[in-house]
């Protein structure tokens, strides 16, 4: 997880990516998120921790969810500086 996951979008474009994941518990706007995917032309998939009620997803026209405990699935990141 990271957080201004925006910030990586247009890399990750850059580098042929399709599709993006992105935590809920890490923006303080989804829609600007899904926003800014939709134009990249990217698809987009929201993950939430267990902990987080869905409540907070909100008025999201396509979703898919993926449950994940950071703590116990520890995963190792994307380098995207090479």
Known sequence: MVF???KWFKKCKKKG?????FHIEAVQNPEKIIHLAKKLKLEFY???NPSTPLKKI???DK????????EINKKQ???FSK
């Open 46 to 48: 929201i993950a939430i």
């Open 63 to 70: 979703n898919v969810l993926v449950e994940v405990d950071w």
């Open 58 to 60: 909100k008025k999201i």
């Open 17 to 21: 990516f399709k599709k993006v994941i």
């Open 77 to 79: 990141s994307i380098n």
């Open 4 to 6: 201004h996951p925006e």
